[in-house]
């Protein structure tokens, strides 16, 4: 419970590396533009030191001031960054008196109705991948905004389990981020990466989406940088699309498209945590049940389509999957996503426990190069093991947790009006992540990450990444309008 407790008992903890990554964020003596070579290029490429410079104010290891180096470069540390432009994170979190649990929090997310607030319009474009398979992207705003021009950043978000655009949780943030700056907002761009299959998106090919495949949003973020070449790209994900934006960032490392990520509620171990949500009755039969549910009402909303696919592990296995009766998610795992949850040489593994090892975020931490921000709740009954040691090993990830917020609730305030569900506090600390991070990206002139990777070529009507036969696309649709609702199923993880 959270009632009598001092101040100090909702104040968010925030972990970093005892060693130091600076980046730059001013350039005084030269044009703000940044060489290709540099290992200074601003949230790509890594200048580490164990120890401070001589000289500078310390905290706790880490350079607690801007400093400006000899060539006039003016650079900070993470811990700097989050102090001056991440101020929420300094501040006591209050959770909702009525919701005072993480399991009332998140059974919030669920019963509530979220149609009337944050009402976000989307416009849709299909891609098909080179295996066959189809991701849709719903960009917002429709009309770009007086902010918006060419250099305006993109907003890229990966959404939970079986969700999608539609998440309250989603357009809580892109509301604001995507409004005018006149009007309180960002002014930035923003795009929904749609996992195969969810939100309306057509199953195409016997390939599912899960935790740990990340050839998809390689797919997806080498045509946003396309589509906008000079506007930085900034990684959102929520639950399950966190737990593949933190494997995809630590994959390519100084090689991301991305300039930073933000990941909400990440499950981070995944075997570990499936043991923790099966080895608790209540976990089990509520969230686990419930999840596993939501899986199997995707599976069967595609069975026409699977129905004609010859030949393939999903079809066979997909009757298997729907002859369960109130099965865990677990359960459907085994017959569903370790099968058909990626491409080959991975894909299918001996088992769900096999599967949830290798899919686990956890281990590609050390590989990230971009300024990462990560936020879990300690009373989340979805995510129950966090990889603190592992974390604070990077010199480039700040983890953060809170006493209170359920997975992803982080509901905060009274009552509100008749029918208007509360703010969510989870919605401050990422504005203000993304309008620094956006700020110094403005100061230095900073592009997308189009220039970033392998080369493109254009292979049987398909703009493919060299050497990557999985990452690619071809546009099949664009422009249908969408407006974001939201649908009572337990979605998240």
Not at 96 to 123: I, M, N, R
Not at 132 to 148: E, V
Not at 296 to 305: F, G, I, R, T
Not at 325 to 342: I, S
Request: net charge neutral.
């Amino acid at each position: 419970m959270v009632f009598f407790r001092s101040e100090k008992d909702y104040l968010p903890t925030l972990q970093f590396s005892e060693k130091v990554a600076h980046f730059t964020v001013r350039s005084r003596n030269e044009p703000a533009v940044l060489p290709s070579d540099s290992d200074h290029i601003l949230l790509n490429r890594e200048k580490i030191s164990a120890t401070p410079k001589a000289g500078r104010r310390t905290m706790g290891g880490l350079s607690s001031s801007e400093s400006e180096d000899e060539d006039g470069q003016e650079r900070m540390s993470l811990r700097t960054f989050v102090e001056r432009r991440v101020p929420s994170l300094s501040k006591p979190y209050y959770p909702c008196w009525w919701l005072p649990t993480g399991h009332a929090q998140t059974a919030y997310c669920v019963v509530a109705d979220f149609e009337s607030v944050d009402t976000v319009v989307y416009k849709r474009t299909l891609l098909r991948l080179p295996d066959g398979g189809t991701i849709g992207l719903d960009f917002t705003p429709l009309t770009p905004t007086r902010d918006q021009d060419e250099n305006a950043p993109v907003i890229v978000v990966l959404h939970g389990l079986s969700g999608g655009s539609q998440e309250s949780y989603i357009r809580s943030i892109l509301a604001t981020a995507c409004a005018p700056k006149s009007e309180g907002g960002l002014g930035a761009r923003a795009v929904v990466v749609n996992f195969r299959g969810c939100c309306g998106v057509p199953l195409t090919s016997p390939q599912f989406y899960s935790a740990g495949h990340t050839d998809d949003i390689r797919s997806a973020l080498l045509y946003i940088s396309a589509k906008y070449p000079k506007a930085p790209l900034l990684g959102v994900g929520f639950s399950l699309g966190a737990n593949v934006l933190t494997r995809y960032v630590g994959e390519e490392g100084g090689n991301s498209r991305l300039k930073t990520a933000v990941v909400l509620a990440c499950p981070w171990d995944g075997l570990a945590n499936s043991r923790q949500l099966e080895g608790r009755a209540l976990n089990r039969e509520i969230y686990s049940r419930a999840m596993g549910a939501n899986l199997l009402a995707l599976l069967k909303s595609h069975m026409p389509a699977i129905d004609k696919m010859e030949n393939s592990l999903l079809k066979e296995e997909a009757p298997k999957a729907l002859a369960l009766k109130n099965p865990t998610m677990r359960e459907v795992d085994e017959h569903m996503v370790r099968v058909a949850g990626g491409s080959s040489p991975q894909f299918p593994f001996p088992s769900a426990d096999a599967y949830y090892a290798w899919a686990g975020s956890h281990h590609k931490v050390p590989g990230i190069r971009i300024p990462f921000l990560a936020i879990n709740s300690l009373d989340d009954p979805i995510v129950a093991e966090i990889p603190f040691k592992i974390c604070s090993q990077n010199p480039w990830v700040c983890l953060v947790t809170t006493q209170h917020g359920g997975h992803l609730g982080w509901f905060e305030g009274g009552f509100q009006r008749e029918g208007t569900p509360p703010p969510r506090w989870i919605k401050k600390p990422v504005l203000e992540w993304l309008a620094g991070v956006m700020d110094i990206l403005d100061k230095l002139g900073a592009g997308s990450g189009s220039h970033v990777g392998n080369p493109r070529e254009v292979k049987d009507g398909f703009v493919m990444e060299t050497g990557r036969p999985f990452v690619g696309y071809r546009v099949i649709r664009s422009g249908m309008e969408i407006t974001a609702g939201t649908a009572k199923l337990l979605k998240g993880l």
